[in-house]
Each structure stands twice: as C-alpha cells, then as structure tokens.
T-cell receptor, first 112, second 111 residues
C-alpha cells in the first residue's frame, strides 16, 4: 500500500539554527499539506499545496517558516531560525482533489 | 468550518462495542462529517465519513442524527489496537478540502 514518506523522523536542534523537513506524497496526489501538532493538541494546518502552488498558508509564520514544492511532487518545510516554541510534531499529508487525506509518520522536532 | 464537541476521554473493554459521540450543532447543510484517528506516535488516519445517511466500512460505522446536529462513531468490537485519539471533523468539501482538528477523544481499551 502506498504511503506518505517523511524524513527525518526525529530532529534535535538548538534555537536559532535552521532545520528542514522533507515529504514525499503518495504518487499521483496533487494536494499536499503540512501540519504542526503540539503535544496534547490536534494537528494544525500550516500550508496546503495544489500541485506546485500554495493555496493556503494563512497559518504559516512566514517570518521564519517557508515551504516549497517546486515540481509539484515532493516538498520541503524549513524553519530559520528555530525557536523553543517550534518543538512539535510536523506532519505531511497528501490527497487526490477533495478526497481523503493520507498522513505520513511525522517528524518530531525538539528545539533546545 | 463549524465546530465540533467531543468528550476528552473514554474507556472501553476489549471485544466490546464502543460509541464515540460528537456534537456539531452549527453544522451546515453542505458539511460532511469526517472521523480520523491517531494511534500513538503515528500520523492521523482516515476512519469514515458521511453526509446524512449512516455509513459502514470495514473499520467502523457512523450513525448520524436525523437533524445532523450530532453523530456517533461505532467500533463494533474494540481491540487493543483501537486505542487512539479519535477526531470528529466537519468539512464542506470545498476546493481547499481543509481539515480543522480539535483535541479529539482519547480512547483507552482495557484488556
């Protein structure tokens, strides 16, 4: 069964450093989502792509976060500089248009 | 998206049915009711969704009240692998198909 791949699974960094997360969606899925999940809460959407275009980044802290999906396939989420409050699980999901979202295993970020 | 209300936690015994409630009194006519669950240390996974009629699939059943202001996710025979956080989410199915997660219900299954 096809799955969403994410790497790394775990990342520890010091504040003010740059970090990057990678996501490879299920083949053929045009829509890709990045979520952030703080411990004890549900996932919060950061950015949504349709192919290579951003369709919703209203909750993305654009002063330090950036996301790209250059060829409309895999995607990278970057944080620069990382802050203590960025410690969370970062989840990637993909879907066909207006269909079920399939989530990857996530990247657990710890900022020291 | 309209708001949902779920109990913070529920407990069940293995091999017994589980009924997970969700209130959504401000649901609109075009809102679908979606259920996702998140097992420990994993990303969320789709469980089931419906609009007006009750729905069944291999994982669960979804019972929707006639006025659509509440719904219930039914696990017919809980197993230890069903221990997870269950999220009830409304989505109008618009072009963005955005899911807004709440805190969900933490289901504990006792052996």
């Amino acid at each position: 069964e096809a799955e969403v791949a994410q790497s790394p699974r775990y990342k520890i960094t010091e504040k003010s450093q740059a970090v990057a997360f990678w996501c490879d969606p299920i083949s053929g899925h045009a829509t890709l989502y990045w979520y952030r999940q703080i411990l004890g809460q549900g996932p919060e959407l950061l950015v949504q792509f349709q192919d290579e275009s951003v369709v919703d980044d209203s909750q993305l802290p654009k002063d330090r976060f950036s996301a790209e999906r250059l060829k409309g396939v895999d995607s990278t989420l970057k944080i620069q500089p990382a802050e203590l409050g960025d410690s969370a699980m970062y989840l990637c999901a993909s879907s066909s248009l207006r269909d079920t979202q399939y989530f990857g295993p996530g990247t657990r970020l710890t900022v020291l | 998206d309209a708001k949902t209300t779920q109990p913070n936690s529920m407990e069940s015994n293995e091999e017994e049915p589980v009924h997970l409630p969700c209130n959504h009194s401000t649901i609109s006519g075009t809102d679908y009711i979606h259920w996702y669950r998140q097992l420990p240390s994993q990303g969320p996974e789709y469980v089931i969704h419906g609009l007006t009629s009750n729905v069944n699939n291999r994982m669960a059943s979804l019972a929707i009240a006639e006025d659509r202001k509440s719904s219930t996710l039914i696990l017919h025979r809980a197993t230890l692998r069903d221990a997870a956080v269950y999220y009830c989410i409304l989505n109008s199915g618009g072009s963005n198909y955005k899911l807004t997660f709440g805190k969900g219900t933490l289901l504990t299954v006792n052996p």
